[in-house]
Nanobody
Framework: QVQLVESGGGSVQAGGSLRLSCVASGDTYSTSCQAWFRQAPGQGREWVAYIYTGGVSYYVDSVKGRFTISQDNAKNTLYLQMNSLKPEDTAMYYC????????????????WGRGTQVTVSS
């Protein structure tokens, strides 16, 4: 089992920045990729960015150039640096990890955090 705990959410004005963190504990040795998803009210949970343990990362088009995913393997911590935030980025952000396949897909996610709220006002 892996436990994921997110932090760093909050309320900012458009154009501002936030950095989310996710600390993993438990049986993390089998993790192959980690991801950030988000879910706005009334919408489905969508992937935002994911990164393989080797460091290769991918982003959904709407956040490219604004968000950066990174990981500190020594600290078992995943980060999401979010710059130039927009009101449409408002959502609950979830940390996730998988042990096989692309973390872009829900079916490959084995563990979820409980989420941290990000609110961007115009």
């Amino acid at each position: 089992q892996v436990q994921l705990v997110e932090s760093g959410g909050g309320s900012v004005q458009a154009g501002g920045s936030l950095r989310l963190s996710c600390v993993a504990s438990g049986d993390t040795y089998s993790t192959s990729c980690q991801a950030w998803f988000r879910q706005a009210p009334g919408q489905g949970r969508e992937w935002v960015a994911y990164i393989y343990t080797g460091g290769v990362s991918y982003y959904v088009d709407s956040v490219k150039g604004r968000f950066t995913i990174s990981q500190d393997n020594a600290k078992n911590t995943l980060y999401l640096q979010m710059n130039s935030l927009k009101p449409e980025d408002t959502a609950m952000y979830y940390c996730a990890s998988g042990v096989g396949g692309s973390c872009r897909y829900h079916r490959n996610i084995n563990y979820w955090g409980r989420g941290t709220q990000v609110t961007v006002s115009s």
